[in-house]
C-alpha cells in the first residue's frame, strides 16, 4: 500500500500533462465558423480570368476565422490572382489601396494569417517545386466573406491560401498549363 501511494502523485501529475496537453493541441487547430449561400452574380459581375470560380445560387459555402498554425514550413495551397485593376482580384489590396502588375511577385493570405493586416507589405518566402521566391503580402483572401460585388461575386477562400500573382508561378517554374492550384509551404521571410 505505500508503494502504491506514494506513485499516485507522479501518476496523476503524467496524467493531468498529457491531458493538458491534448486540450492545448485541440485548441490549436482551425475549424469551420460559419457559412454562407451562394448567390447567382450578375451577368458580367464574376471575373473568371486565371479560372476563378464565381458563386453558384443556393450551394453551401464553409467560412473561417482562423488559418492553421504559421511554421517554419506552413503548408498551404497556392492559387492564382491577378492583382491588377481589372483582374479577377477585384479591387485594389488590402493593404495599401493599390493594384499590382501581373509581374511583381506578390501575395494574398487567408484570414487567419492576414491576421487583421499584420503580415501586411511584409515578405513571405513560397517553397515549391524544388525553388522558392520572395512575394510581398498585399491583400487578405477572405475566408469569411464572398459571393458579393465586394469579393467579385467569388467564393471565400480556404482556409489555407496563398493567392499569388503570374509573377511567383513563374518564380516557381511550374509550366503555365499547370498555374492554378498546388500544395506548397511558406513562411515569413
Known amino acids: ?10 501518476i496523476f501529475l503524467i496524467t493531468f500533462i498529457i491531458i493538458t496537453n491534448c486540450l492545448f493541441s485541440e485548441a490549436q487547430k482551425c475549424r ?8 447567382k452574380p450578375p451577368p458580367g459581375q464574376c471575373n ?17 476565422e482562423c488559418s492553421p498554425q504559421v511554421t517554419a514550413q506552413t503548408k498551404a495551397y497556392l ?6 485593376k481589372g483582374g479577377d482580384g477585384g479591387g485594389p489590396s488590402e493593404c495599401d489601396n493599390k493594384y499590382h502588375p501581373d ?14 493586416k499584420s503580415r501586411c507589405l511584409n515578405n513571405i518566402r513560397i517553397s515549391a517545386n524544388g525553388r522558392s521566391v520572395v512575394a510581398m503580402v498585399v491583400d487578405e483572401c477572405d475566408s469569411r466573406k464572398g459571393c458579393d460585388e465586394d469579393h467579385d461575386y467569388q467564393p471565400p477562400c480556404k482556409n ?3 493567392d ?12 503555365h498549363d499547370q498555374w492554378g492550384g498546388m500544395d506548397i ?3 515569413d521571410a
Open 32 to 39: 469551420p465558423s460559419g457559412r454562407i449561400i451562394g448567390k
Open 103 to 116: 509581374d511583381t511577385p506578390v501575395v494574398a493570405l487567408s484570414t487567419g494569417w492576414f491576421n487583421n
Open 185 to 187: 509551404t511558406w513562411s
Open 48 to 64: 473568371q480570368e486565371d479560372d476563378s470560380d464565381c458563386c453558384l445560387q443556393g450551394k453551401v459555402y464553409t467560412t473561417y
Open 160 to 162: 489555407n491560401i496563398v
Open 164 to 175: 499569388a500573382s503570374k509573377a511567383v508561378w513563374e518564380a516557381l517554374g511550374v509550366p
Open 79 to 84: 492559387t492564382l490572382n491577378s492583382f491588377q
Open 1 to 10: 500500500m505505500k508503494s502504491f501511494c506514494s506513485k499516485a502523485p507522479l
